[in-house]
């Protein structure tokens, strides 16, 4: 089917040479006309504008809105609505608050547009992998764009089926969900961001002790100089632990034991904040995701090496790179 992709940054550009890979026409915008003309080498239909994007898209028009959570989509969702008539869809991708996405959708209603929110995760290495989609909005759209879903998704692959599941329950399986109506999307990933920040936390810490073992405040019977590289390529190997959290831990080790190319200043995007908030708002203990979120703020003031893990991590798996403090 046909798709807009404004956007193309590490992951809008990944996600739009996946969809061109199954099969979709895509057409590309971005403030950088650079991007745009690389997308286009590779196929893609390149626009000039959102101008230029909504005339070329057939309707009912469906635009997919993959830039920093804020006022760049709030800006992007806004101009699009200018542009789209009743019947049209705009799907919000990125990292959005969930209370945005309903109020946004009601102001689209009165339009006729129909507003689709997605939580998406995968990162940079997504375009081979696929991408897990937490799905929010009005039935209809969301069948409307299921062929968008199914190609950007990681599908059953090699993963077992979980014993005692029946084969006909949804789309789960295939690494995408329509989770309930608007807002419904981004709430699933801010909670699936928090369990990213207390997961995170825990092998960050586990490693800092483990590189603390050979430490001369010990006795000297009681240290032990620990190759960590090792350790996590073996916990990879049939561990409890193993994740790919840890896969990317693991490759970080193997590529730099010290992790010296790392500061330890640990950036939090937004929805382990919102999480948190959650939790207050419901009640309910929280103990290990606001731990986790409490120890980036820290990490801005001094450094552990569980901070350098926590940095690596998020450099594998979502292209992060380090800010200095303050910034």
């Given at each position: 089917m046909e798709l807009g992709m404004i956007g193309l940054g590490r992951m809008g550009a990944n996600m739009t040479r996946r969809l061109m890979r199954g099969g979709h026409k895509v057409t590309v915008f971005d403030l950088n006309p650079a991007r745009v003309e690389e997308l286009q080498g590779e196929g893609a239909i390149g626009a000039a504008s959102l101008d230029d994007l909504a005339a070329r898209l057939a309707r009912p028009r469906a635009a997919w809105v993959m830039v920093p959570a804020g006022e760049a989509t709030e800006g992007s969702v806004e101009a699009l609505a200018r542009r789209f008539d009743s019947g049209d869809i705009i799907v919000d991708g990125g990292n959005s608050y969930y209370k945005d996405d309903v109020r946004r959708a009601k102001t689209l209603e009165a339009k006729g547009i129909q507003y689709v929110d997605v939580g998406t995760s995968g990162g940079v290495r997504g375009l081979d992998r696929g991408y897990c989609l937490m799905i929010g909005g009005p039935e209809r759209a969301v069948e409307h764009l299921d062929p968008i879903f199914r190609t950007l998704a990681p599908g059953i692959g090699e993963i077992p089926r979980t014993p005692?599941?029946?084969?006909?329950?949804?789309?789960?399986?295939?690494?995408?969900?329509?989770?309930?109506?608007?807002?419904?999307?981004?709430?699933?990933?801010?909670?699936?961001?928090g369990?990213?920040?207390?997961?995170?936390?825990?092998?960050?810490?586990?490693?800092?002790?483990?590189?603390?073992?050979?430490?001369?405040?010990?006795?000297?019977?009681?240290?032990?100089?620990l190759d960590l590289a090792q350790i996590a390529e073996l916990w990879r190997r049939g561990s409890v632990v193993a994740s790919w959290l840890l896969d990317l831990t693991a490759t970080a080790l193997a590529e730099d034991p010290s992790l010296s190319r790392y500061s330890g200043v640990v950036q939090d995007s937004?929805?382990?904040?919102?999480?948190?908030?959650?939790?207050?708002?419901?009640?309910?203990?929280?103990?290990?995701?606001?731990?986790?979120?409490?120890?980036?703020?820290?990490?801005?003031?001094?450094?552990?090496?569980?901070?350098?893990?926590?940095?690596?991590?998020?450099?594998?798996?979502?292209?992060?790179?380090?800010?200095?403090?303050?910034?």
């Open positions: 005692g599941r029946n084969v006909n329950q949804g789309t789960a399986e295939a690494g995408y969900l329509h989770c309930g109506p608007w807002g419904a999307g981004h709430y699933v990933k801010m909670v699936h961001n369990i990213e920040y207390g997961l995170m936390q825990a092998y960050a810490e586990g490693f800092d002790i483990m590189r603390g073992a050979g430490s001369k405040d010990l006795p000297e019977s009681h240290r032990y100089d937004g929805e382990g904040r919102w999480a948190a908030m959650a939790a207050i708002e419901q009640s309910v203990p929280a103990d290990v995701l606001t731990a986790s979120l409490y120890a980036r703020f820290r990490s801005r003031q001094d450094h552990t090496f569980a901070e350098k893990v926590l940095s690596a991590m998020r450099h594998q798996f979502g292209g992060h790179v380090e800010r200095p403090t303050g910034e």
